[in-house]
């Protein structure tokens, strides 16, 4: 796995666990720039990189009078002045192909939204830039397609390439974590997060906004460093029922330090193990025909690549 360049500075997610962390979307400069602070702050003392998170508009809402950000110019006003006063970098994901360039002369990492994984003109786009990229996974793909998005992201010339698991379609307004998924996926040889908010999402399960479990992030966030995953992903707030977007699903604020100091005191435990050769047990060429088999790089992309040319 290749090191990320972010903000001038060498990250090597194989020695040091990312934090990709902020408030679902902007809303007030100043309690952004407060979470972004307690964030740095708390990474840095269970020993992650951080990376200041947040949306400038949020298209993927349940209802059609449901908050969506301030838009792009004062979304990258606020996002530009949290980099330069707190020597962060800074990441929010794009909707469209017209906005890239834009976001991408201030923001370090370009996410794609999970509901868009498959666009590839976006992704292309996006990885034009030479930014890093952070691929989130959709909810309604496996593992392995995954790599398609991958391949897409790295013929367009991203200078670094991030997954980020958020959970799996379960039924209605549910979604479930496949902790296989972080093994399966470490075959594309990019840096795999956990989501550990959005995981945990019910989605349009309170009829017009989504609900969530926050109170399990812990437990989840533990499993995925057990599996396998490179970093967290965490939405958060210091009052997260006040906020506008995502209020029942955002971290307590004040909940982050300790579950990072539990995710970095395994991530240290379990790393050795995670970096033998295969990635851990079970790791081997698929049976063919199977798609949930966890599998080498090569026969992840030849799995990826027949069911592509199926037209799934």
Do not use: W
């Not at 962390?21 to 840095?44: F, M, N």
């Not at 200041?52 to 110019?73: H, Q």
């Not at 998924?181 to 840096?191: G, K, T």
């Amino acid at each position: 796995m290749e090191d990320l360049i972010i903000n001038g500075k060498v990250v090597s997610p194989v020695e040091t666990p990312l934090l990709i962390a902020g408030p679902c979307v902007l809303e007030d400069r100043d309690d952004a720039l407060k979470v972004a602070d307690a964030c740095a702050s708390a990474a840095e003392a269970a020993g992650f990189f951080y990376i200041f998170k947040s949306s400038y508009l949020k298209d993927n809402r349940s209802s059609v009078d449901a908050y969506t950000g301030p838009g792009l110019e004062q979304g990258l006003e606020i996002l530009a002045s949290i980099k330069r006063e707190l020597s962060v970098p800074v990441l929010t994901d794009v909707h469209c192909r017209d906005e890239i360039d834009r976001v991408a002369g201030v923001c370090d990492v370009i996410q794609i939204p999970a509901f868009l994984s498959r666009q590839t003109r976006l992704i292309v786009a996006a990885a034009e830039t030479g930014r890093i990229l952070n691929l989130k996974k959709g909810q309604f793909l496996s593992p392995e397609d995954m790599g398609l998005a991958v391949e897409k992201a790295r013929r367009g010339g991203a200078g670094g390439i991030m997954i980020t698991e958020r959970g799996t379609c379960f039924g209605y307004n549910n979604l479930v974590v496949d902790f296989t998924a972080f093994q399966r996926m470490r075959a594309f040889d990019v840096p795999v997060i956990f989501d550990a908010t959005h995981s945990l999402q019910l989605p349009g399960g309170l009829g017009n906004r989504s609900g969530g479990r926050p109170e399990c992030a812990h437990a989840l966030s533990r499993a995925a460093v057990a599996a396998g995953c490179d970093g967290l992903f965490v939405e958060t707030h210091f009052q997260p029922a006040a906020c506008s977007c995502d209020a029942e699903v955002m971290l307590p604020l004040d909940r982050l330090q300790s579950l990072l100091e539990e995710a970095g005191q395994l991530y240290r435990t379990v790393r050795p193990f995670i970096l033998r050769k295969g990635g851990g047990e079970g790791v081997g060429t698929a049976p063919e025909g199977s798609r949930d088999s966890c599998c080498t790089g090569s026969d992840a992309g030849r799995t990826a690549g027949k069911e592509s040319e199926r037209g799934a």
